[in-house]
């Protein structure tokens, strides 16, 4: 079974502009490629899967959501170093 880490951010957004500042806040964290949960840093491997959903507002809604969810496998995060310690002797090229 493949582990996989996520990172989920819901924002429920009033405009268009919003939109867009939330977008590019994004771009410049994935690009900077860490992240800040609470406490806690996150640092994102070179490559990330990257969802967004919108759903526009409707009707009594006096909002709309953006939800931006970034995806990717533990070991991606890992150094050559790491890679090898992970692999069971038996299955090591060395």
Same mark, same amino acid.
């Given at each position: 079974? !493949? &582990?996989? $880490? =996520?990172?989920?951010?819901? =924002?429920? $957004?009033?405009?268009?502009?919003? $939109? ?6 994004? !771009?410049?964290? $994935?690009?900077?490629?860490?992240? *800040?949960?609470?406490?806690? !840093?996150?640092? @994102? +491997?070179?490559?990330?899967? *990257? ?5 526009? =507002?409707?009707?009594?809604? +006096?909002?709309? =959501? @953006?939800?931006?969810? @970034? &995806?990717?496998? +533990? ?8 890679? @090898?310690?992970?692999? +069971? ?6």
């Amino acid at each position: 079974m !493949a &582990h996989e $880490i =996520k990172l989920c951010v819901e =924002k429920h $957004i009033t405009s268009r502009a919003a $939109i867009v500042r939330r977008l590019r806040e994004l !771009a410049d964290r $994935i690009e900077s490629r860490s992240f *800040f949960v609470g406490d806690y !840093a996150i640092n @994102l +491997p070179d490559q990330v899967d *990257f969802e967004l959903e919108y759903d526009q =507002k409707t009707g009594d809604s +006096p909002a709309s =959501k @953006l939800e931006i969810e @970034l &995806h990717w496998s +533990p070991w991606e995060q890992m150094g050559p170093t790491g890679m @090898l310690s992970a692999i +069971p002797d038996e299955q090591s090229d060395s």
